[in-house]
């Protein structure tokens, strides 16, 4: 099993849609889940970084983390053109001492203006 | 202040080469991580490191290794090059042990024929 799956994609919405992005992960004793955004020919940059259960926002962008049903979700609302591009989720095991860092396959994401 | 710079931007290479991939880190960062992105994947974390020490390192054989330097540079090396080695490498900056704020350079494409 894989440390870490997401959904491929991709996905097309129409501007001002709000998106859901997710991955499951396989060990409830994962900490820290981050989500990056790839645009084409980039490098990934941070989007969010959380830690543990909950919650996170920063303005469009909302991060959920669901540690009983192992899964994440990357939140976009009033999505734009210019967030057209891979979605990434990465989990950093951390507490099973182990310094690596697993990312999803990315999900691919078209807004349509 | 510098972003984080790597070169070459792409490099065809023959099965049994060997190559080096160099990346800068973002001033005042003293950790680098590498990353092998194959096409349509996510990135897949090489190793790290930390105050020019390996810290950590994800599942790939040892032909593939590396080097930081005291300005905290840092090199990655792979020894006979197989056609699976053909992707996109990533590296990352960030203050510190972990993947908390880590800055990702454009890559190096590189293709092994």
């Known amino acids: 099993q894989k440390e870490v799956e997401q959904d491929p994609g991709p996905l097309s919405v129409p501007e001002g849609a709000i998106v859901s992005l997710n991955c499951t992960y396989s060990?409830?004793?994962?900490?820290?889940f981050m989500w990056y955004r790839q645009y084409s020919r980039k490098g990934p940059e941070l989007l969010m970084y959380?830690?543990?259960?909950g919650n996170k926002e920063d303005g469009r962008f909302t991060a959920q983390v669901d540690k009983s049903s192992k899964y994440i979700s990357l939140f976009i609302r009033d999505s734009q053109p210019s967030d057209s591009a891979t979605y990434l989720c990465?989990?950093?095991?951390?507490?099973?001492?182990?310094?690596?860092?697993?990312f999803g396959t990315g999900t691919r994401l078209t807004v349509i203006p | 202040e510098t972003g984080v710079t790597q070169s070459p931007t792409h490099l065809i290479k023959t099965r049994g080469q060997q190559v080096t991939l160099r990346c800068s880190s973002q001033?005042?960062?003293?950790?680098v991580s590498w990353y092998q992105q194959a096409l349509g994947q996510g990135p897949q974390f090489i190793f790290q490191?930390?105050?020019?020490?390996?810290?950590g390192r994800g599942n790939f054989p040892p032909r593939f290794s590396g080097l930081q330097f005291p300005n905290y540079s840092s090199e990655l090396n792979v020894n006979a090059l197989e056609l699976d080695d053909s992707a996109l490498y990533l590296c990352?900056?960030?203050?510190?042990?972990?993947?908390?704020?880590?800055?990702f350079g454009p890559g190096t494409r590189l293709t092994v024929t």
């Open positions: 990352a900056s960030s203050l510190g042990q972990g993947f908390y704020e880590q800055y």
């Open positions: 060990n409830s004793a994962f900490q820290y």
């Open positions: 959380t830690y543990s259960s």
């Open positions: 990465a989990i950093n095991p951390y507490q099973t001492g182990a310094n690596n860092l697993f």
């Open positions: 001033s005042g960062h003293n950790t």
């Open positions: 490191y930390y105050r020019e020490e390996e810290n």
